[in-house]
């Protein structure tokens, strides 16, 4: 048990060094970088300030100013060379300097921890909180009108994209023709300095109520079905038929014996708690103009931040692989008949 848990902690090396070598090297070869970039602001700067006719595609920029550009962004050198700079820094806890916002990516990143932070674990734990339950009572009612019902409207909310139901809900709650019952996006109201303690508690679960709601909405019917069709499996095993036949309750057959083993298919998806600070999705926080991590990784690949981009990657590709394997450190510590070779 041991060697295995130690070979999937050698494992991470190779797969991290995958990951990022074949990221790394599609970013610096995706046309539109940093350099050209750069040449486009400067040739509308020239003919903005100098009232020159036609286009900016028209005024040609020394070939020396562009070698020194490639020099700043470290394009003037094999790419090969640029990911071993790179991994090299890594190593010192240096993720590099933002383009676009002049500081060190660690400094940029750090700031949007608490918006992911606070998403990601409000949305996980209301998801289990709510999906466990309904599962379970799915399971009971196995067939009736309630569980034909509840299963039409969560298979009709997993297939609707979250963006898209939060797009719908800003227009149906957020003001204009309809109510005005939330905000139209953002973390917290703009006076957030000025309030009392429970005033902030009731902005922020304003503010939060409908984007949490679309974060749920991805994993509703995964966690929901799979409690579901876990409870309807043990209730099926023989220690089930045994213990109905010593007399026991059907609530506690259920609540007790079943209910327990049927847990650990959901518990082994605790491991990933450690990837919450990364949750959600960068089109729900842009939707709902929310600057967390996923808002700030879609926005720095389109303006082309690599440092930035490749410090996202760093952090959550690290997070999801220790994540896998304290998923299956739980598994084994939930249901001990599991053993890995």
């Known amino acids: ?9 050698l494992l991470i090396i190779p797969t991290f060094l995958g990951i990022t070598l074949a990221v790394f090297v599609m970013m610096h070869f995706v046309p539109g970088g940093p350099v050209e970039r750069q040449i486009m602001r400067f040739k509308m700067a020239l003919t903005t300030e100098g009232g020159a ?6 005024i040609d920029i020394p070939e020396e100013a562009i070698e020194e550009m490639r020099r700043y962004y470290g394009f003037d050198k094999p790419v090969h060379i640029r990911y071993a700079l790179w991994l090299w820094n890594l190593l010192h806890l240096d993720l590099g300097r933002s383009y676009v916002y002049q500081d060190p990516v660690w400094d940029v990143i750090k700031s949007r921890f608490p918006v992911s932070i606070f ?49 719908a809900l800003l227009v149906l709650f957020g003001g204009g023709s309809f109510w005005n019952w939330f905000p139209l996006g953002g973390f ?4 957030w300095e000025y309030l009392s303690f429970f005033e902030k508690i009731t902005a922020q679960l304003h503010h939060m109520f409908l984007p949490v709601l679309c974060y749920m909405l991805g994993s509703f019917a995964t966690l929901t079905i799979l409690m579901k069709n876990s409870l309807m499996e043990n209730l099926g095993q023989d220690y089930i038929r045994t213990a109905f036949a010593k007399g026991l309750s059907e609530r506690r057959v259920i609540f007790v014996h079943a209910l327990r083993n049927s847990l650990i298919p959901i518990a082994t998806g605790l ?23 996923g808002y700030l990784g879609y926005t720095s690949i389109l303006q082309r931040d690599y440092p930035v981009a490749l410090g996202i990657l760093v952090i959550s590709s690290l997070l999801m692989l220790v994540g896998n394997i304290l998923s299956d450190m739980i ?11």
């Open 53 to 58: 006719s036609g286009t900016a595609l028209s």
């Open 188 to 191: 917290r109201p703009g006076n």
């Open 119 to 167: 998403l990601g674990l409000t949305g996980f734990f209301l998801s289990y909180i709510v999906c466990i339950p309904l599962g379970v009572w799915k399971a009971i009612k196995h067939g009736s009108r309630f569980d034909f019902g509840s299963s039409f409207i969560v298979f009709l909310g997993y297939s609707i994209p979250g963006w898209a139901l939060g797009a």
């Open 271 to 293: 491991g990933h708690v450690i990837g919450l600070i990364l949750a959600g999705s960068f089109l729900i926080e842009k939707v709902f103009n929310i600057d967390g991590m």
């Open 1 to 9: 048990m041991t060697g295995y848990f130690v070979r999937r902690f």
């Open 331 to 341: 598994y084994v510590v939930v249901d001990p008949r599991i053993r890995f070779k």
